[in-house]
């Protein structure tokens, strides 16, 4: 088994380089903020739970988190490489992740950092758009559709996710701050931190990612 960690900031572009290393590569993208937005949407229980906190800009608790990453973990993957995007997100996630993989023999191999200077971060963030029909992601400066507000491959409505706004925005960063940041020195003591420059554009922090890549 693989497991790779894409690490950073809201907005630090771990979606966008998730896609392009997922179109390339044979690992399958787990991330852990579609994994409960699908929830909202199908109004599941776990869902309800994590509903609040999101909007918040708040991190969704532990046990939640990690029922629904071993939920995923367990149901495998013919290839057995991951690629996780947004967790961990706290110490306690990243401990109880080198356990799960310890009892499959397996070990995080690689985490890479995606660093953006902060006011890159909050333009893209309150900029950002993202397609109702097909998830595509946007931004009204940066990445702008064809057509303002819809999408240009499937037609679909772009919307801003709720989290967006700009006050939540700054929120998540302080989020990260405090809670997530600390992961940072976690992995760089085991070795296996591995940092991009992810303040230009996609294309160039996915071809360095991808050269990286063990
Ligand atoms: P971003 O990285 O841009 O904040 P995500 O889609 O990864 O976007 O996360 C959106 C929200 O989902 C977070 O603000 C948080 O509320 C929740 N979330 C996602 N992953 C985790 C996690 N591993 N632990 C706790 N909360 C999470
Ligand atoms: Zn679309």
């Known amino acids: 088994m693989k497991a790779i960690i894409l690490l950073g900031a809201p907005g630090a572009g771990k979606g966008t380089l998730?896609?392009?290393?997922?179109?390339?590569?044979?690992?399958?993208?787990?991330?852990?903020?579609?994994?409960?937005?699908?929830?909202?949407?199908?109004?599941?229980?776990?869902?309800?739970?994590?509903?609040?906190?999101?909007?918040?800009?708040?991190?969704?608790?532990?046990?939640?988190?990690?029922?629904?990453?071993?939920?995923?973990?367990?149901?495998?993957?013919?290839?057995?490489?991951?690629?996780?995007d947004g967790f961990p997100r706290t110490l306690e996630q990243a401990r109880q992740l080198d356990e799960t993989l310890a009892k499959l023999g397996a070990s995080v191999n690689q985490v890479f950092l995606l660093e953006v200077p902060t006011p890159v971060i909050v333009s893209r963030l309150s900029g950002r758009r993202i397609c109702k029909g097909c998830g595509a992601v946007y931004h009204v400066t940066n990445i702008p559709s064809k057509v303002e507000g819809v999408c240009d491959q499937c037609g679909g409505a772009l919307y801003q996710r709720p989290?967006?706004?700009?006050?939540?925005?700054?929120?998540?960063?302080?989020?990260?701050?405090?809670?997530?940041?600390s992961l940072i020195d976690f992995y760089e003591k085991k070795g296996i931190l591995v940092r991009i420059n992810a303040g230009t554009n996609p294309q160039a922090a996915t071809a360095e990612l991808m050269s990286k890549l063990a």
């Open 163 to 181: 989290d967006d706004s700009e006050a939540t925005v700054l929120n998540r960063l302080e989020v990260y701050q405090r809670q997530t940041a």
């Open 18 to 84: 998730a896609e392009g290393i997922r179109s390339s590569t044979d690992y399958l993208h787990v991330s852990t903020g579609d994994m409960l937005r699908a929830a909202i949407k199908a109004g599941s229980k776990t869902g309800l739970e994590a509903k609040a906190y999101m909007e918040k800009g708040e991190l969704v608790p532990d046990g939640v988190i990690l029922r629904i990453v071993g939920e995923r973990l367990a149901q495998g993957n013919s290839t057995d490489k991951y690629m996780f």
